[in-house]
Each structure stands twice: as C-alpha cells, then as structure tokens.
C-alpha cells in the first residue's frame, strides 16, 4: 500500500525545515522542479502499490532523500538518515 506524501516536520521539532533553509538556497528551485515531476510520475505510483497492506513511505520522499544523497555525495544511506 502506498504511504503518503504529508510532511511531518512539526514532530521532532519546533523549527520547521522550511525555516531552515533559507529562501534564496539553491535546493528550494530544485524541489519545485522535483515536485512538479513527481506530480506526474504519482498515477504511475499508485499503479505500481497494492491497495492492501500496510502503507509504505512514500516513494517521493524516497526519491527527494536519495537525490540529496547524490548532491551532498553521501556514500550510504545510514549516513543519509543521521544527516536528515
């Protein structure tokens, strides 16, 4: 089942993520490009996850982790979760 796409910013802490990166940041262009692509991959998502189960993460956050890892070259995604 697919999980999805809601932030959850305000539970770990009382600062959000968008306050802190600032506006001008290089990342905040590149999410509006990936979020625009991710809008039309999601009906090709929804095809690809069973409707029964337990909700997965979803794979546009998956996606957005994994390219943070490629611009900041971090080698493995242990080393990803404890720099998010």
Do not use: N, T
């Amino acid at each position: 089942m697919r999980g999805g796409d809601a932030g959850s910013g305000e539970l770990f802490s009382y600062v959000s993520c968008e306050a802190r990166v600032p506006s001008d940041h290089p990342l905040r262009g590149i999410r509006a490009i990936v979020d625009e692509a991710l809008e039309v991959l999601s009906p090709r998502f929804d095809e690809l996850y069973s409707r029964i189960g337990r909700p997965s993460i979803a794979p546009e956050k998956l996606l957005r982790a994994l390219l943070l890892q490629a611009f900041y070259s971090i080698r493995s995604e242990r080393q990803l979760m404890e720099q998010l």
